[in-house]
């Protein structure tokens, strides 16, 4: 390997490290400064789960608390991409069908 690759290699490796520690670094102050939010970001770094989804996600949850409470978010993943997500308002009802 010569010395440009060399020198290329090293910078590569330690962008990667410092990028860690930096990572490390936010995430540590991120649990001290706001909680629920390193929560989140906790649950997304382990699983992988874009980020992205997140808000369509959560606007279906709140029109269902906007406006009956009750209801379903329905979200519809076809080959590892989410399709759609649908906040379904529902009635409870509760009653026998026969008398």
């Known amino acids: 390997m010569d010395r440009r690759s ?3 290699l ?3 490796v330690s962008i990667s490290e410092f990028e860690l520690e930096n990572n490390e670094f936010f995430m ?3 649990a001290i400064l706001d909680p629920e939010l390193w929560r989140v970001k906790s649950h ?8 992205d989804v997140l808000p ?3 606007r279906a949850l709140s029109k269902i608390d906007g406006g009956s409470g009750w ?6 993943v076809r080959e590892h991409r989410v399709i759609k997500c649908d ?3 529902s009635n409870l009802v509760d009653l026998e069908i026969g008398k």
Do not use: A
């Not at 997304?44 to 980020?51: E, I, M, R, W």
């Not at 209801?71 to 519809?76: D, L, M, T």
């Open 56 to 58: 369509s996600i959560i």
């Open 44 to 51: 997304l770094l382990d699983t992988g789960v874009n980020p």
């Open 10 to 12: 090293t910078s590569v």
């Open 87 to 89: 906040g379904v308002e």
């Open 6 to 8: 060399m020198e290329t």
């Open 28 to 30: 540590d102050n991120l």
């Open 71 to 76: 209801g379903r978010v329905i979200i519809e």
